[in-house]
């Protein structure tokens, strides 16, 4: 970043202070407020942090009002439809997209650390089978520091090389165990002789009593919710695997927190939300009656997979992932599938809404990927695991930039205290 000849003025209880303000490379300037507790005393105040940048990253930029979505300067649509996840993960991780010899080197790297500790097995027969997918999967990612014990200092670029690789080889076998273990149906080792997504989708639905053939089409269009999913700025998740990965945690217990993180219904757990609302909403008749209650300050209820804290335009990934419903339920010949139908019409008729238009809410990320996810066959509750898998890369991404900063310090925001001051205690019989 480039510090700004400019700098912002602030005048605070009489006094003024000139603080610094850096220019990106895009995006909207920062003012530099490090130093206002110790000059003036006060703190800034941003729930939420509407308005705050908690960090310098070269990795994702997103302009919410154009709808863009670059990963190391590569817009998603271009990559969605001329890269694969894997390839995205090594721009992810190393900045540049891979030459040839370096991409066949990392993607047998990956294919190499896809099986799971024989022991880690016995972490799922702990649970309940009606376990929720992420329960098991924030578990047992958390235990892969009790396992791989030779990838957790964070103060050794190799060891972070090995748990980066690691945690991104390993997810869909993870990911694809809490299925099986939920289903009853026993456990299918990954196969090196298949690409990252065919891997996921035969260790998901094969089972040992027959051969599985994995459909291209349909690996493909894993491929592309993964590629869809990866990394997204500073999101919820991100920021706790970063907070977390600023006390020195190791590196699995912070993507843990990630995943923890994911599963809110605000965050993650949308995709799921949104395809239980579709279901819900049942036909397009009933569209108008939710839309009513989404507009209405008194419902809690929300249009799940609409709106967007950064987006005020339509999500890039929202359009590529509407393209791939189209061609995956194409594929299957679902033409009428009845949540794909109320889908459709919801985001038209909300997109008619002055409400909706408004205040800028478009369909996001969450909107239709779960239509897509069902129609490979996953049931509503791995949808946010597929997340938490293809996000991996992102986090792990987020992690290994902040860990080699040397600005790198532990995170402890401050707080605006309406609490009660000093006061003497008082005893039981007094009270
Ligand atoms: C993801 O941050 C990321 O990058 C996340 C993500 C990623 O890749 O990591 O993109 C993934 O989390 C996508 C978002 C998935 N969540 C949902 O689809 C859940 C439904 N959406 C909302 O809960 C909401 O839009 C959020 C949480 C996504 C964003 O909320 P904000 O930015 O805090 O906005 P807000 O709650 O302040 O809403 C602004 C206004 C409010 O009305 P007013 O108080 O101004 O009158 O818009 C309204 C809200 O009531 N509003 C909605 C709405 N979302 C916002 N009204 C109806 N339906 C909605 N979905």
Not at 62 to 90: N, T, V
Not at 334 to 340: D, V
Not at 409 to 426: A, C, M, N
Request: glycine share 6%; with cysteine.
């Amino acid at each position: 970043m480039t510090e700004n000849k400019k700098s912002a003025t602030l005048n605070v209880h009489g006094k003024t202070y000139d603080l610094p303000i850096f220019s990106p490379t895009a995006g909207p300037d920062v003012i530099d407020i490090r130093k206002l507790y110790s000059d003036a005393g006060v703190f800034t105040y941003d729930p939420g942090f509407t308005s705050t940048a908690s960090c310098d990253s070269t990795i994702t930029y997103i302009d919410g009002d154009k709808g863009e979505l670059l990963h190391r300067g590569y817009p998603i649509d271009q990559l969605a439809s001329q890269s694969h996840f894997l390839e995205m993960c090594y721009l992810l991780l190393y900045g540049e997209l891979p030459k040839a010899g370096d991409l066949e080197k990392f993607e047998s790297t990956i294919t190499r650390h896809t099986m799971l500790h024989e022991q880690m097995q016995y972490f799922y027969r702990g649970f309940r089978r009606d376990a929720h997918p992420m329960a098991i999967m924030v578990g047992v990612v958390g235990a892969m520091s009790a396992f791989y014990h030779d990838s957790t200092d964070i103060h050794d670029p190799h060891q972070r090389e090995v748990a980066s690789h690691r945690l991104i080889a390993k997810m869909p076998t993870i990911a694809a165990w809490a299925y099986k273990y939920h289903i009853g149906q026993p456990f299918i080792y990954p196969r090196n002789d298949l690409d990252y997504a065919s891997n996921f989708l035969r260790m998901c639905f094969a089972v040992p009593a027959e051969e599985y053939e994995v459909n291209p089409i349909l690996s493909r269009a894993m491929d592309r919710i993964f590629m869809l999913q990866a990394d997204h700025e500073q999101n919820a998740s991100t920021s706790t695997v970063r907070l977390a990965s600023s006390s020195g945690a190791n590196p699995f217990a912070c993507i843990a927190a990630g995943i923890a993180c994911l599963w809110g219904p605000a965050h993650g757990g949308a995709n799921q939300a949104c395809l239980e609302m579709l279901e819900e909403i049942g036909s397009v008749d009933r569209i108008p009656e939710f839309i009513d209650r989404a507009k209405d300050k008194n419902d809690p209820f929300r249009l799940m997979g609409f709106g967007h804290r950064v987006y005020k335009n339509f999500d890039p990934r929202a359009t590529v992932m509407k393209q791939s419903a189209d061609e995956v339920l194409d594929l299957l010949g679902i033409e009428s599938n009845p949540k794909l139908q109320v889908a459709k019409a919801l985001e038209k008729q909300a997109l008619e809404d002055p409400y909706f238009a408004e205040k800028k809410l478009f369909p996001n990320v969450d909107f239709y990927s779960g239509i897509v996810m069902e129609a490979m066959g996953f049931p509503t509750s791995m949808f946010t695991p597929i997340f938490a898998l293809s996000r991996t890369v992102g986090w792990i991404s987020q992690w290994k930039e902040m860990i080699a900063d040397p600005q790198n310090k532990i995170g402890r925001p401050r707080q605006l205290y309406l609490g009660e001051t000093l006061r003497d205690y008082v005893d039981i019989e007094k009270r």
